[in-house]
Nanobody, 120 residues
Framework: VQLQASGGGLVQPGGSLRLSCAAS????????MGWYRQAPGKQRDLVAV???????NYADSVKGRFTISRDNANNMVYLQMNSLKPEDTAVYYC???????????????WGQGTQVTVSS
């Protein structure tokens, strides 16, 4: 399973960005899809996750500002980020928990990361 993330960049405080992530390859099913972020010198933390049934969970720091969504038909996950703050600056990674074949146990797969910088 390969993940390709896009949509990062430089934005001013208060601005918006939309991240996209496409999953491809041998995919039997995808359970959860999510976004994590890692700032310099810090651990990688959960930002938002969405289940196959579209239930969502967000880090407290982004609730009300970020929205995660998914397109099951195209194996895509999105993160709409509004009211961005300098503390949102990080490398953002997409993650899926998926099965490549019907006989597989679910496994975690990661994208390559996309940089989001919030600065004036």
């Amino acid at each position: 399973v390969q993940l390709q993330a896009s949509g990062g960049g430089l934005v001013q405080p208060g601005g918006s960005l939309r991240l996209s992530c496409a999953a491809s390859g041998s995919i039997f099913s995808i359970n959860t899809m999510g976004w994590y972020r890692q700032a310099p010198g810090k651990q990688r933390d959960l930002v938002a996750v969405i289940t196959s049934g579209s239930s969502t969970n967000y880090a407290d720091s982004v609730k009300g500002r970020f929205t995660i969504s998914r397109d099951n038909a195209n194996n895509m996950v999105y993160l709409q980020m509004n009211s961005l703050k300098p503390e949102d600056t990080a490398v953002y990674y997409c993650n899926v928990r998926a099965r490549r074949y019907s006989t597989d146990y679910p496994a975690d797969y990661w994208g390559q990361g996309t940089q989001v910088t919030v600065s004036s």
